[in-house]
């Protein structure tokens, strides 16, 4: 049952506290002013309860607002909750009925400043995006086998240290440190410097990062200068900045990422033991297809030597003549057959053009025609008797079947008022005037009398 304050209401009919707290709070969930709004200040009196929520106090200089953030909430953010920490909170106005207090659930917590640069990331990628910055098309390989590495990073950090251990472990190279500031102020200006100061020692390839750290920290990363540079670098760039969920700017436009300093040692240089041992294979092969081509090659040797032997070229030579002997017979014979052949065809083309043969084909031609006139005149004969026969069966079935043909033996045909023969004693009623069809004419008569049979 829903409740309404009227102003005024006599006292004998006070509505409950729950009541008025419930039309409070349906008031404050409504307004559209106090849904969905960031709210920044300072958190304090933080409690973390054993269910996960936390509840404390937000406050600035001039009030204090009682704040909820539910376990759900909490678990999606990416540290939680600091006493004393000035932070934005996205929620909206709530009441909780139970103690009648007005407060705000959150439903997104971020510290000061955190969301101003994920606004600032997400524009400056954008944009370098549209220019083309992060094409997969200027996307460069890595060299196999580099000379001389360069790397950007600070000179007191581990990620020097890693990428010498790695290179010495893989595959020892020159390797070149290009000290920089990799976080605070100025920090972007001193990679982008020393970058350029790597390229003067015609270094093959780059490493730019640094260890992991917040989104503060790591921000020099994702500035647009730092970005310009690694992609205006004459070689190819490996950006190192060591956290693995996230992505930076330089990743971005780098040509290669590495989650870590020294996935990008592995990534940049090969395993010279596994070189060493796909060279020894690769020698291996090549000394078994060397011995099979020795072995081969000496075979024709001694195959051309037995050949090229005085008395087995002797041999070869009177083979040969015997061979040439044996075609000049085989070519003698070829055209004394084929010879024979010929006058063989000649003489019966003659015998056929002879005026004896011809007439000899003529007789048989004449023969051969007045022996097939006289097999069809005598078919002819034959089908034109089987056809007057059918006639005369068929002539004397349609007599049987004409109704004329019957008056001859006395009948007559019944012909009604209706013009129609009668074949039946309901065709006609009594009274009616019917015609009869004799052999020789018609009579008329008058029924009187029906009678069935």
């Given at each position: ?17 729950t009541?008025?707290n ?5 008031i ?15 958190i304090?009196?933080l409690i973390?309860?054993?269910?996960g ?7 600035d200089?001039?009030s204090?607002l009682r ?23 996205k ?5 909780y ?10 439903t997104?917590?971020?510290?000061v ?24 098309s ?16 600070s ?34 200006d001193?990679i ?25 920290d ?5 500035e ?9 670098c ?6 190192a900045v060591g ?6 700017i330089?990743d ?13 040692a ?5 395993d ?21 081509s ?27 003549m ?7 017979d085989?070519?003698?014979r ?6 024979e ?6 003489d019966?083309?003659?015998?056929r053009?002879?005026?004896v043969?011809?007439k000899?084909m ?20 034959v ?17 049987a ?6 008056l ?25 005037m019917?015609?009869m069809?004799?052999?020789?004419g018609?009579?008329?008569?008058e ?7």
């Amino acid at each position: 049952m829903e409740t309404t304050l009227v102003k005024g209401k006599a006292v004998s009919d006070p509505v409950s506290v729950t009541d008025f707290n419930s039309i409070a709070r349906r008031i404050l969930v409504n307004c559209d002013s106090l849904n969905d709004v960031w709210v920044r200040g300072e958190i304090s009196n933080l409690i973390r309860a054993s269910s996960g929520h936390y509840y404390f106090t937000m406050k600035d200089g001039g009030s204090e607002l009682r704040c909820t953030l539910f376990r759900g909430v909490a678990q999606r953010l990416t540290k939680p909750p600091q006493d004393k920490e000035e932070v934005v909170a996205k929620g909206s106005a709530d009441l909780y009925l139970a103690r009648g207090s007005y407060q705000f659930n959150i439903t997104d917590l971020k510290p000061v400043g955190v969301g101003d640069l994920h606004a600032k990331f997400e524009e400056l990628k954008r944009r370098l995006m549209e220019e083309g910055l992060f094409d997969e098309s200027h996307k460069r390989p890595l060299p196999r086998y580099p000379d001389t590495i360069g790397v950007v990073t600070s000179a007191t950090g581990s990620v020097i240290r890693d990428i010498i251990n790695v290179a010495s472990r893989r595959y020892p190279c020159r390797i070149i440190l290009a000290p920089a500031q990799v976080q605070g102020s100025g920090s972007s200006d001193s990679i982008v410097k020393a970058m350029s100061l790597l390229l003067r020692y015609g270094v093959d390839l780059m490493i730019v990062g640094r260890g992991g750290g917040s989104l503060e920290d790591l921000w020099p990363f994702n500035e647009e200068s730092v970005a310009r540079a690694i992609y205006s670098c004459p070689v190819p760039v490996i950006s190192a900045v060591g956290h693995e969920t996230d992505y930076s700017i330089s990743d971005f436009v780098a040509d290669r990422r590495a989650e870590t300093p020294s996935a990008a040692a592995e990534m940049a240089l090969p395993d010279l033991g596994l070189e060493k041992r796909h060279l020894l294979q690769l020698a291996s092969k090549g000394d078994r297809a060397l011995m099979r081509s020795s072995e081969s090659a000496h075979r024709e040797f001694l195959s051309l030597d037995r050949m090229l032997a005085p008395k087995r070229a002797q041999e070869r030579l009177e083979q040969m003549m015997q061979r040439v002997d044996d075609l000049d017979d085989d070519m003698v014979r070829s055209v004394k057959m084929r010879g024979e052949r010929l006058v063989s065809r000649i003489d019966g083309l003659r015998y056929r053009l002879s005026p004896v043969h011809a007439k000899l084909m003529i007789d048989g031609a004449k023969r051969d025609l007045d022996q097939k006139y006289e097999r069809s005149d005598a078919l002819v004969s034959v089908r034109l008797n089987e056809a007057s026969t059918r006639l005369q069966s068929l002539e004397g079935s349609m007599n049987a079947l004409d109704p004329i043909k019957v008056l001859d033996r006395g009948y007559c045909i019944v012909i009604g008022p209706d013009g129609r023969p009668v074949s039946s004693i309901d065709d006609v009623m009594l009274t009616d005037m019917v015609r009869m069809r004799l052999q020789d004419g018609y009579l008329s008569a008058e029924i009187k009398d029906k009678e069935i049979l």
